[in-house]
């Protein structure tokens, strides 16, 4: 029954992923409020329902890549490695589904295209592509912040006779082995794709544009008594996780690399190398790696070292290794330098020789080099955080779109809210926490259903941010992240991988502890930064 006056609704919910999916359960298990869910793919997931490419792992351990709020779920998890592969992350997602009855609350193959809001009514209309219009009084959004796939154009594409894929839209038919393949991206999927392909593909040529410091995942498998102790002391580990910087499971280091000795640094980075994992190697082996330049070259060096080491021919390495700052989303892979060892596998530095053109048979090099295919994998990532927002016809008061409120860069309040878009709640919006995503899709679901409920308590129509609240937090964002090193590194964390993308901060960088607190203040100090019915509070 929907509690909301006129409305098909009380809220709409889209994206089926991790952070819809709570949400569905948050406003409707628990605040028994009439939701609708929409998702474009035909099932639960999200991203995982996406990325299907071979390969497909997370780089967040198993036991914490998963949801915390309920005990049942945490206790039934099952898990063979440390890292969680695709399917096994689609089926803890139907698992999740079918444990809290979710998927009667969503129509899936269905695409919302866009939703505005009525300021006479108070209410969203939501359009979907299917023609369908629905009412409601919140619109929750989680549209993901790596979904919108990026597919960089180039001349002769449509020429080319083999098979054109992208990892983020992965069909269920294809088979790599024995083809000539072609991978185009060097990022966290390609490194995965990469390593998956060249031991099956008949040849695989990877087309890399920037070289990438990948340190080892370390994938090993998990013994019962290893689960066993984590599932028993999930409290205590979620309480570390909230309260740390990156929610990555592990403690972060609190000792500067700038001032350690030569033979300190390399104990901790051989340790790490061997340990494993992306995010420890930059956030547990030193404090200051994302922000001191000593410290940064200090572990670049480092993995620069091991590349030589492991890369036979002396050539390849040198292409292989990055000259620039260690400071986009740190990489891991499985034995990742090591497939450049493969007779198989053919490298082709695209910075140096870039693409020129698809031809009939496969891609040319400016120099006139080229490779015959019958297969090209994107692996060229996303059109991240903002993407899938500036997609969809979204517009709040007056009409005002969110185009073009985020024409010079995504903003929004607290990664969540946005100035004119009233009962509009973001989950993984623009500025959000840089972390191991479900422990702050969580943190952000469960403020936006309190937020609502502590709305619909006071019986309050509407709630949006005020300007300088805004304001305030995306310059807090910026001053945050000007003190480490990753707005110098061009990568999607800042927008700088999209041509023509506006170069702007994406994230609050302080960690996820910092968040929880700053966002916690807000509703405790009684939301001072929220205007409640706006028309009533300007008259
Ligand atoms: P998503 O899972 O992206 O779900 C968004 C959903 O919204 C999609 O199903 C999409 O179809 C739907 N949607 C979007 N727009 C519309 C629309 N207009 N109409 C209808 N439906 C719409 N994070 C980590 O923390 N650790 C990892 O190890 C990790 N590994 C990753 C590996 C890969 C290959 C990728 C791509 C991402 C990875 N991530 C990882 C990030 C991952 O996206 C998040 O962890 C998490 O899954 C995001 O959940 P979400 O619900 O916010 O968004
Ligand atoms: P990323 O990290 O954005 O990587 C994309 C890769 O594709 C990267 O190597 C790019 O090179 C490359 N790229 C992009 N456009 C081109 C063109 N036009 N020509 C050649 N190469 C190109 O995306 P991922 O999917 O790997 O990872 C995104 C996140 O998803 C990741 O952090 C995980 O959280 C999961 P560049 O470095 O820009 O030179």
């Known amino acids: ?31 028994g409020m009439n939701v609708q869910g929409f998702d474009s793919a ?18 967040t351990e198993s036991y914490v890549y998963r949801y915390s709020f309920d005990k049942e779920l945490l206790k039934r998890g099952h898990w063979k490695t440390r890292y969680l592969t695709q ?18 609350s969503y129509k899936f193959n269905t695409k919302v295209d866009g939703a505005h809001y009525n300021e006479e009514t108070g209410l969203w209309s939501v359009v979907t592509d299917s023609g369908q219009t629905v009412t409601a009084k919140y619109l929750v959004t989680g549209l993901g912040l790596l979904s919108a796939t990026n597919t960089p154009s180039f001349k002769g594409v449509d020429d080319f006779k083999g098979r054109i894929l992208h ?16 991978i185009i991206g060097t990022g966290s999927t390609g490194v995965q794709v990469i390593t998956a392909t060249a031991p099956v593909a008949k040849h695989l040529t990877v087309f890399q544009r920037s070289a990438q410091y990948v340190v080892p995942i370390g994938n090993t498998p998990q013994d019962e008594a290893t689960i066993s102790e984590q599932k028993a002391n999930y409290d205590q580990i979620w309480d570390q996780v909230k309260n740390s910087a990156v929610a990555f499971g592990f403690e972060e280091s609190t000792i500067p690399a700038e001032t350690a000795t030569q033979e300190e640094r390399e104990r901790v980075f051989e340790a790490a190398w061997q340990r494993g994992g992306g995010f420890y190697f930059m ?23 091991k590349i030589r080491k492991i890369v036979k021919d002396p050539q390849i390495a040198e292409k292989l290794i990055p000259n620039d700052l260690y400071a986009k989303r740190p990489l891991c892979g499985n034995d990742y330098f090591d497939v450049y ?54 517009r709040g008061r007056g009409g005002v779109t969110m185009r073009d409120t985020w024409k010079e860069g995504p903003l929004g309040y607290l990664g969540m ?28 679901v469960e403020w936006i259903s309190e937020t609502i409920s502590t709305m619909e308590e006071s019986g309050v129509k509407s709630v949006e941010p005020t300007v300088e609240a805004r304001d305030a937090w995306v310059g807090t964002c910026r001053e945050i992240a000007d003190m480490t090193l990753f707005p110098k590194a061009e990568s999607w964390i800042f927008g700088a991988n999209i041509p023509g993308k506006k170069n702007a901060v994406m994230f609050y960088m302080a960690g996820i502890g910092n968040y929880r607190t700053a966002i916690s203040a807000v509703k405790d100090d009684g939301y001072p930064s929220l205007i409640r019915d706006r028309e009533t509070a300007e008259a």
Request: charged share 25%; net charge negative.
């Open 1 to 31: 029954i929907t509690k909301t006056t006129g409305a098909d609704y009380d809220a709409v919910v889209i994206g089926a992923g991790f952070g819809g999916l709570y949400a569905v359960h948050k406003l409707r298990n628990e605040q």
């Open 42 to 59: 035909s099932d639960v997931g999200g991203t995982w329902w996406y990325n299907r490419y071979p390969g497909a792992l997370s780089d």
């Open 87 to 104: 399917p096994e992350i689609l089926d803890y997602m139907n698992e999740v589904a079918d444990h809290l009855d979710l998927r009667r």
């Open 167 to 182: 990892t983020g839209a992965w069909p269920e038919d294809v088979d790599l082995s024995n083809k000539r393949v072609g």
């Open 283 to 305: 956030f547990g082996t030193f404090c200051d790696i994302a922000t001191s330049q000593v410290a940064n070259d200090a572990a670049a060096d480092f993995i620069k070292g």
């Open 341 to 394: 060892n493969r007779d198989n596998v053919t490298l082709a530095d695209v910075k140096s020789d870039p693409i020129a053109e698809f031809t009939t048979n496969g891609i040319r090099l400016e120099s006139g080099e080229e490779h015959e295919l019958d297969v090209v994998i994107f692996a060229t990532g996303f059109d991240a955080v903002d993407g899938n927002y500036v997609k969809m016809d979204l």
């Open 417 to 444: 809210m946005e100035v004119d878009f009233p009962n509009f709640f973001m989950i993984l919006g623009p500025n959000g926490p840089f972390t191991n995503l479900p422990p702050s899709i969580e943190t952000q």
